[in-house]
């Protein structure tokens, strides 16, 4: 599989996937980010302690963590990147998703 195609105007990068006990880990590690902060502030608030500022700030950081852990866990299991240049000062960026590897599509007929 090639990481790179490069057809008239369109560059495509992709990548092979990564081996499933890292995706797993990296899935494992983002929902493990996500889950702390609010199961934290949901423990402090039915403590009657109340829900203090901290709580807002660490939810905010963790859920960066775990926007930046799960992109990576994507890109390393499905994704791949089309560079579009329309001339030859403008770029395109469209990031699209290859669906037929996500999930097993029904093809119908029309």
């Keep these: ?25 990296m899935f494992a590690f983002s929902f493990m980010l ?3 902060p609010v ?3 949901i423990s402090s608030i039915s403590e009657v302690k109340g829900i203090q500022s901290g ?3 660490s939810i905010f950081v963790f859920g960066l963590m775990v926007f930046y852990l799960l992109r ?11 560079l579009v ?4 000062s403008a770029l395109t960026l469209q990031i699209t998703v290859d669906l037929k590897t996500i999930i097993q599509l029904k ?3 029309q």
Excluded: C, D
């Design 85 to 88: 240049f329309q001339s030859m």
């Design 34 to 36: 996500f889950i702390l």
């Design 1 to 25: 599989m090639a990481q790179y195609q490069l057809k008239e105007n369109k560059l495509t990068l992709s990548v092979k996937p990564s081996p499933i006990f890292v995706r797993i880990l």
């Design 107 to 109: 093809h119908y007929k």
């Design 55 to 57: 709580f807002f700030i």
């Design 72 to 82: 990576i866990a994507l890109w390393n299991t499905y994704e791949k990147k089309e």
């Design 39 to 41: 199961s934290g502030m």
